[in-house]
């Protein structure tokens, strides 16, 4: 296992070992391929099939258990990626932290915030590090917003929207995509993805924890990461009801083979204890235009998607793009040799870029788990709020959050 946990030797590789070989596994290993700095050494899944194709892709060592891989002192492993349906994120996560490795979490951090509280606090009691994945914490559009609300042109911040942001789905041709809200891309029905994204069983939830953790996590953060104090949310289920009524048989079995049963549409609102509100919108299947994600302050606002800024200047209302190529080139130059490096190979959008310097001690990186776990409270609060029919409190998802694993 990974004896230093301040690692400094830039020069040695960082031996990760991925649990799941599924699409996440498969793609992660493709991406840590292209990591300067990152060696998958093992992979593990109860497949030992599929483990045993992706380890032999990569000139990895297989496991039937993430037990085992564990268990196993020859590798030498420094991280654990997480690559299995989120049910699962906590209580591997858990192994894998108490067997002294550091942690990178698929999105959602867990498939509750009691189980995503556990996690965090196996970090915190191992001194290990975690991480949760968010993509769209670097994109350019994430990075000019923050340094527009560093620098104080928003002035204080009292309203961000969770609603759409431009983000890289990282396949292998490194696909641009929308992340938060979309009026037809339901997983698996619409023609892409698995069943498990469908089931609440093995995905925890819908739209809120598919979409929502990266646009919840994006605004939390660009808000200066505020406490929540209380949520209202409501869900939808509209997908199968657009079965029945389609004319496209396929359309209609992929619905009922899925055994969908998760909602494809939240809405909530975060009040925050500093008096900040969060709008959230998440979808796979909505009739509306989309609406950008945006943080508004008392001296100017910027949406993210298209990236405007508004602010008043000379009692001139002002609406203000951004060049932002520009921003982005001349950020790769502040960030040194590597960052010239992340910038002409596309790394530099990748959360597994960022892990991997992170890991090696070459950047301090992002408060991903805690932006991740207050997210998760947030979104609990919205699956809460909707199944009561009033607004949540903080203490009320707090208090179900069970510390002790079942």
């Not at 509750?112 to 996690?119: E, N, V």
């Amino acid at each position: 296992m990974g004896e230093d946990n301040a690692r400094t030797d830039g020069d040695e590789a960082v031996r990760i070992g991925i649990v799941g070989a599924g699409n996440r596994g498969r793609n992660h290993a493709l991406r840590y391929a292209r990591i300067p700095g990152a060696e998958v050494v093992a992979v593990a899944d109860v497949d030992e099939a599929k483990a045993r194709n992706l380890a032999d892709s990569h000139g990895a060592e297989s496991y039937a258990s993430h037990a085992e891989m564990l268990a196993d002192a020859d590798l030498g492993l420094d991280a654990v990626n997480l690559c299995v349906h989120a049910p699962l994120h906590a209580p591997i996560g858990v192994d894998a932290l108490e067997a002294g490795t550091d942690v990178f979490c698929e999105k959602p951090m867990a498939d509750s915030y009691a189980a995503a509280r556990r996690l965090s606090e196996a970090a915190e009691r191992t001194g290990q590090r975690l991480a949760v994945q968010n993509q769209l914490l670097y994109t350019v559009e994430t990075r000019a917003a923050k340094a527009v609300a560093d620098a104080g042109e928003l002035g204080e911040v009292y309203h961000g929207v969770a609603g759409r942001s431009r983000g890289w789905a990282f396949d292998v041709e490194n696909t641009e995509v929308a992340m938060g809200a979309r009026r037809r891309g339901t997983p698996y029905v619409d023609g892409y993805g698995s069943p498990a994204f469908a089931r609440e069983e093995s995905a925890g939830g819908g739209a809120v924890y598919d979409l929502g953790s990266y646009t919840i996590g994006q605004i939390l953060y660009l808000m200066g990461s505020p406490t929540v104090e209380r949520v209202r949310g409501e869900t939808f289920r509209t997908t199968p009801a657009r079965a029945r009524a389609a004319e496209d048989d396929e359309y209609r079995r992929r619905v009922e083979q899925s055994g969908y049963d998760v909602e494809d549409v939240g809405v909530g609102l975060v009040t925050f204890e500093d008096g900040s509100v969060l709008s959230v919108r998440a979808s796979w299947s909505r009739y509306q235009e989309d609406e950008s994600s945006a943080v508004v302050g008392t001296r100017g606002g910027v949406r993210l998607d298209p990236f405007e800024y508004y602010s008043t200047v000379g009692d001139v209302e002002m609406r203000a793009s951004a060049d932002l190529e520009e921003f982005r080139f001349r950020q790769q130059y502040l960030d040194g040799e590597r960052g010239e490096m992340a910038y002409r190979s596309g790394l530099a959008a990748d959360p597994l870029y960022h892990w991997v310097e992170g890991l090696a001690g070459r950047t301090d990186p992002l408060p991903t788990a805690e932006l991740g776990l207050e997210a998760m409270l947030a979104m609990d609060g919205i699956y809460r709020s909707a199944g009561l029919g009033r607004e949540v409190t903080r203490e009320e998802v707090v208090e179900d959050a069970d510390p002790t694993p079942e």
